[in-house]
């Protein structure tokens, strides 16, 4: 069959479908009367690919080629782009995948937890003995004002004398602590060294912090503080270093895999934890911008971060255990 | 079938060293063309995109100002989702294409071709915070020049690749004149090329058409004048105007 002879034959179809494509184009409430009703479309869009193949193997003119790979494009965009519902994934990974997938790589999460409290409980006990060791991490001005935030004398717990409302400090941790976490884990791609240093770094500085206001004789303010959304905090600070050293690991020992290939599919497995992770900090957020600055006895805000540990650990362990893994 | 048997150069296709196309099989077993798009576009698309997001934040920020401490934890929330959740939304809902992107005619796929998944398109633009390392994007920009389909670390790590949005084309029709059978068959590379003349022909101007009918000779210039106007004869003949 000729070229021109080709393209009378199945002018009218190829109309047809390139209609049917603008047409989904369109917002849902503005689609018109579909060309033809939906259950046709595999069926057309595989005799366009069909078509497309005839026309190459016969040489057809290069710009009949370009339509038919332009509609096959279009087609194919259309009908693997098809996505099962956004909700529906989100409610199961949030009640279950979540917890399966931190278990799953409960190894690096127990890793990135010693990289983070090891340094931690050092700093903190190096710092009482001596507590001048503080001065090489912080600066004299830092620690002042580290003590100042949790005195007796400020009336909301954990934050400078100046700084704005419950909400903006909200806005505050949500740019900060979530940014942190991504940069964490997109860190991986340093062969893992930022990832390792972040979760060093963050140990020292808070172990630090916490023995000089304990010296200070705040401790009672500074425990009151955290404790609420410590566990959160803390909890998504590990799984940000336990992401970032995946992706560390796979660019270093990516196996059998080529290293593209290792990267990808370790990414694909840890996106999800990532997310998780966001809401973690989401979390601790809300609970250190409205929560935690009340000045409240401290056996309550002792028993609200025990309940919250709990809750937490309750979830981690046992949730999705009936689905398996 | 010859299709599966024999690969077929396909619409617009170079040869293969010469041109950065990333074919892709689908499931028809028909191959699709993608053609990645480099640094210099992508970058304009991100200046793009930056200038729309910094004016959006300054807006707000300015318009903010007067409710003081609640108006700046709204202005900081907007500047996180501006920052890391701006990209992915419009590539997953917006057919592939921040803003930027869509100015350019660029728009993100999966390295199979399919249009961007949410997990593909977050991890790709969190890892925008590794190719920013260790300043002003020099690991992207790196990743993307030395990559074949220039890729940046985020994409590598995402399977995904920026590639141009294919643009509607209509028929540019080959002009109809007298058909003339060829003396001797024609093999098919003569075909192809005689063909890719005709329907470019319009495109061209007359002196620059008679130019490239002479370097076909011993088609062209058979009868002395006018080589073009033979050459179009030859391809109606091939594309079956016959008389």
């Known amino acids: 069959m000729k070229q021109e002879q080709f393209e009378a034959l199945h002018a009218a179809d190829w109309q047809l479908f390139e209609d049917w494509l603008a047409d989904r184009q369109l917002s849902r409430k503005n689609r018109k009367e579909p060309p033809f009703p939906l259950h046709e479309a595999a069926l057309r869009y595989r005799r366009i690919c069909q078509q497309l193949a005839l026309a190459r193997d016969r040489d057809y003119a290069l710009a009949t080629l370009d339509r038919l790979h332009n509609l096959a494009r279009r087609g194919h965009d259309e009908l693997y782009g098809a996505r099962r519902s956004f909700g529906r994934r989100t409610w199961d990974y949030v009640t279950a995948g979540f917890a399966i997938d931190v278990r799953a790589q409960w190894r690096w999460v127990l890793a990135s937890f010693l990289l983070l409290f090891g340094p931690m409980l050092i700093a903190f006990i190096v710092v009482q003995i001596w507590p001048d060791v503080a001065y090489l991490v912080m600066s004299p001005h830092d620690v002042a004002g580290m003590e100042a935030m949790y005195s007796d004398a400020n009336q909301h717990l954990g934050r400078t004398r100046d700084a704005g409302t419950d909400f903006g400090m909200f806005g505050h941790y949500i740019f900060n602590n979530i940014s942190i976490a991504f940069r964490c ?8 060294i930022l990832t390792v240093f972040s979760l060093l770094f963050n140990g020292l500085f808070i172990g630090i912090a916490h023995s000089r206001v304990v010296l200070a004789g705040f401790g009672d303010n500074f425990h009151s503080f955290v404790v609420g959304h410590g566990t959160f905090e803390l ?38 934890t990532v997310c998780g992770m966001a809401v973690m900090l989401f979390i601790a957020a809300l609970l250190e911008a409205f929560w935690s600055p009340l000045r409240l006895p401290l056996p309550w805000k002792l028993g609200f971060g025990t309940c919250m540990l709990i809750i937490v650990m309750t979830y981690f362990i046992f949730a999705g255990r009936r689905r398996g893994s | 079938m010859a299709v599966l048997t024999r690969k077929t150069p396909a619409a617009g296709a170079a040869p293969s060293a010469l041109d950065t196309l990333r074919p892709v099989t689908t499931p028809e077993l ?24 910094t004016g959006v934040l300054v807006f707000a920020s300015t318009a903010l100002t007067s409710l003081e401490g609640f108006g700046q934890g709204i202005a900081l929330l907007l500047w996180f989702v501006l920052e890391w959740f701006y990209p992915v939304l419009f590539e997953v809902l917006g057919k592939g294409a921040t803003p930027g992107k869509r100015a350019l005619g ?24 590794a190719d920013f390392l260790p300043f002003m994007y020099l690991f992207g920009a790196l990743s993307c020049l030395l990559h074949s389909e220039f890729r940046r670390l985020g994409d590598i790590v995402a399977g995904t690749v920026v590639v141009y949005a294919e643009k509607n084309t209509g028929l540019p029709r080959i002009p109809e ?67």
């Open chain 1, 235 to 272: 909890g998504a600070i590990v799984l940000a270093g336990a992401t970032g050293m995946q992706l560390g690991a796979a660019l270093l020992a990516p196996g059998l895999l080529s290293r593209a290939a290792a990267l990808r599919t370790t990414a694909r497995r840890l996106i999800g």
């Open chain 2, 30 to 53: 028909i191959e699709l063309q993608l053609r990645p798009a480099g640094l210099l576009p992508r970058a304009l698309a991100f200046l793009l995109d930056f200038g729309l997001r």
């Open chain 1, 185 to 192: 884990f997109a860190g991986g791609m340093t062969a893992g």
């Open chain 2, 177 to 243: 004149v007298e058909p003339i059978a060829p003396a001797a068959p024609l093999d098919r590379a003569t075909q192809r090329a005689l063909i890719g003349f005709a329907e470019r022909a319009n495109t061209l101007t007359e002196a620059r058409r008679e130019e490239l009918a002479e370097l076909l000779p011993h088609l062209g210039n058979t009868y002395g004048t006018q080589p073009a106007n033979r050459l179009l004869g030859l391809a109606n003949y091939l594309i079956g105007r016959r008389a």
């Open chain 2, 106 to 129: 660029l728009k993100v796929l999966h390295d199979d071709g399919t249009p961007v998944a949410w997990g593909p398109s977050l991890t790709r633009n969190l890892l925008r915070a």
